[in-house]
């Protein structure tokens, strides 16, 4: 066993490499001149609910923490759609861009892609009124296929979303697609052969790198591959299953600030935490450790 000196010097060495590699990311994003903010999801606070009071507060605490812009659920403005004035003050008071909105999508059986449709438009026109510059869709990941048939589903799901890009086009606003772990898996295969299938004119990507640290699949050569399509990465850590502080867990951050500093992508990086789920901190805490630490580590001063 080590004596307790080998110990000390391990972790000095192991603090100052960590140390040098931060200093290098933020370094090599900020010799890009790529222009990033740092954005927030609402459930970072609260799980999506038609909650007005919740939501405000949430946005309040984002003006304080010095959050640029917001992402929620659309369940949580679907009563504002009608009559955006109010929300879109709101918005405008705090100094909160409002990047998108989120919703799901089934593109797996007929009925339920036909559903999903005008879903999607619903909330893109929603979207729209509000002053959002995207729909955020979550379609559902192909499971339990391979090869040609798991292709297949893939060219189909990505037949919908061209078809959906198209609609949120005609209304005025983008649409972005976000991943789930299954689309992680392989490399990011799924993910890779929809960026192949859909039209980079109508169809971008708000790449989730917090699935990744539970399977273990590395981000950054989709995100060097995608940059040019990719406006927005939705940002959490994790050790296992468990979530962590931003940065605090498995997912290479600094390789990540590295990655995206040599293709000089600018974006927005939305800390989508879930609510409460971090040990020692509150919502608001943790937010800003989150906000802190995505600071240093892309040089954002």
């Given amino acids: 066993m080590p004596d307790a000196t080998v110990l000390r010097c391990r972790r000095t060495m192991n603090r100052r490499e960590s140390l040098t590699m931060l200093a290098g990311a933020a370094s090599a994003f900020a010799a890009s001149g790529a222009r990033i903010r740092i954005g927030c999801q609402a459930r970072s606070y609260f799980a999506p609910a038609r909650d007005r009071a919740r939501l405000l507060a949430a946005m309040d605490d ?16 679907a009563d504002d759609f009608e009559r955006p004035e109010s929300m879109r003050a709101e918005l405008a008071r ?15 059986d007929a009925h339920l892609a036909e559903k999903s449709r005008v879903e999607i438009e619903r909330v893109a026109r929603g979207a729209k009124a509000l002053g959002a510059s995207h729909v955020v869709v979550s379609p559902a990941a192909v499971r339990g296929l391979s090869g040609a048939a798991m292709q297949a589903a893939v060219h189909r799901k990505g037949d919908e979303l061209n078809r959906a890009g198209e609609v949120c086009a005609r209304i005025g606003v983008r649409l972005a697609v976000h991943n789930h772990r299954e689309e992680t898996l392989r490399g990011w295969s799924e993910f890779r052969l929809l960026a192949e299938k859909t039209n980079p004119s109508t169809v971008s990507f708000f790449v989730d790198v917090g699935h990744s640290a539970v399977t273990g699949e590395d981000p950054v050569p989709f995100l060097r591959d995608y940059h040019w399509r990719i406006p927005a990465i939705h940002v959490r850590d994790h050790q296992g299953e468990k979530q962590a502080a931003v940065g605090a867990g498995t997912i290479n951050y600094q390789a990540i600030a590295e990655g995206l500093g040599s293709r000089r992508w600018g974006g927005w990086l939305i800390l989508e935490l879930e609510a409460g789920g971090i040990p020692g901190h509150t919502p608001g805490s943790a937010v800003r450790a989150g906000r802190d630490y995505l600071r240093k580590t892309f040089g954002l001063g």
């Fill in 62 to 77: 984002m003006q304080a923490a010095g959050i640029e812009g917001m992402e929620c659920n659309h369940l949580c403005m």
């Fill in 94 to 108: 705090r100094k909160l861009d409002l990047i998108g909105l989120h919703v799901g999508g089934r593109f797996d």
